[in-house]
Each structure stands twice: as structure tokens, then as C-alpha cells.
């Protein structure tokens, strides 16, 4: 038998599968692009008001703030007992319940508070007997509050601490230009803060 006649009966593979091959990888092909395209314009840069382009970030993390706090430093924290004051209001009679907990230097301090609770909860107490309803239901004035009692506790463990000079408003109306009083070197407490647990006023 020739060459040719061998060639001739070898079964020839059919025109329909070659063609249905073409056509799926031009599909293959054409959805890549189209895909490769989109990619593309999603991450295009954005344009502002004025046709400017701007500059994009993606997966960008926030930077982390710097911690004030020592890593090595274990903070020490000593709770009080819960504290139930009448209010300064005149016109209606009310009262807060108070509970917190004071952030201390170190532990040694914390044998310090103990031995000086009794002074250091009748400071706490006064100063809570003299606020109104008004000066500590608002986040400032919690935060002012809590400036007051860290205050309070450190003057009741022994700490000289000066009031803070209380701006008078009739002050402004003064047309005499006042003194600038030297600034007193911040005395370092031994309260480092006060975090409130619980605060409730009726």
C-alpha cells in the first residue's frame, strides 16, 4: 500500500470541532479584555470638581497614633466604693450615684490611697456635693469633673496642688492690660486619672 492511500483512509478529524475551538478561545480572549479594561477604569484616578485628577490610595492604613504611655509601665488602678451625693440644685431635689476608679502613678501609691480613703472620699464628696445637675450631666463637664476629683484625691494623699486660676468674665470688660503671671512648673500627680464606671443622675 502507498503512501497516499494510507494517507487517504486516515480518518480526517471533523471541520465543526476546529471551528467550535476557534470560537471559545476568541470568547476566552474577549472576556480577558474586557475584564483587563474594567480593572483599568475602576482604578483610574478620580476627578475633582475642578477636572483635576486626584491622587488615590488603596488599602491604605491609618497611621497608628503614638502612645503616651510607658509599654514597660503596668498601670495600677484602685476602684473606690460607690459614692451617692445630694446635688447643688435649688430649684429640684436631686442626686448623683457615682462610681470610680483612680489611675495611680504606680503601686506604690496604691498602699498610699488606702491608707488615706477616708480623706480621699470626703474630698471626692465635697466636690460632688457642689456641682449642679447641669455641670455634670455634658461630656465636658465630666471631663472637668474628673480633672476636679484627680485634684481632690492627690490633695487629700498630701500633694500641695494649686487651683487652677478661674477665668473671670468680668475680665474682658476690663481695659487695663493685666500681667502675665509666670507659669508654675506642672507638679506631676500621683492620680494620673479618673475613669468613671458608673454615673447616674436622678
Known amino acids: 500500500m502507498s503512501n497516499a ?14 471551528k467550535l475551538i476557534v470560537i471559545v478561545a476568541a470568547a476566552v480572549l474577549l472576556l480577558g479584555g474586557g475584564g483587563g479594561a474594567a480593572v483599568m477604569l475602576l ?6 470638581e475642578d477636572g483635576e485628577e486626584t491622587a488615590q490610595v488603596e488599602n491604605a492604613r491609618p497611621k497608628a497614633a503614638a502612645s503616651t504611655r510607658d509599654p ?7 476602684p473606690l466604693d460607690p459614692f451617692t451625693v445630694n446635688l447643688a440644685d435649688r430649684e ?9 476608679t483612680l489611675e495611680l ?18 474630698n471626692i464628696l465635697m466636690v460632688l456635693a457642689h456641682k449642679t445637675s447641669a455641670q455634670i450631666l455634658g461630656a465636658d463637664g465630666k471631663a472637668k469633673l474628673a480633672v476636679e476629683i484627680q485634684r481632690a484625691s ?25 500681667k502675665k503671671r509666670k507659669k508654675k512648673p506642672e ?8 475613669h468613671f464606671s458608673n454615673f447616674i443622675v436622678q
Open 43 to 48: 482604578k483610574k484616578k478620580p476627578v475633582d
Open 92 to 100: 429640684v431635689e436631686r442626686y448623683a450615684q457615682v462610681a470610680l
Open 187 to 194: 507638679v506631676v500627680l500621683p492620680v494620673v486619672a479618673v
Open 5 to 18: 492511500a494510507a494517507a487517504a483512509e486516515a480518518p480526517v478529524a471533523p471541520k465543526g470541532k476546529k
Open 72 to 78: 514597660k509601665a503596668v498601670p495600677t488602678f484602685a
Open 154 to 178: 492627690s490633695r487629700a494623699l498630701g500633694f500641695e496642688v494649686d487651683e487652677p486660676a478661674e477665668e473671670d468674665a468680668a475680665a474682658d470688660d476690663d481695659p487695663k492690660p493685666k
Open 105 to 122: 502613678d504606680d503601686a506604690k501609691t496604691e498602699a498610699l490611697v488606702k491608707t488615706f480613703m477616708p480623706a480621699i472620699r470626703n
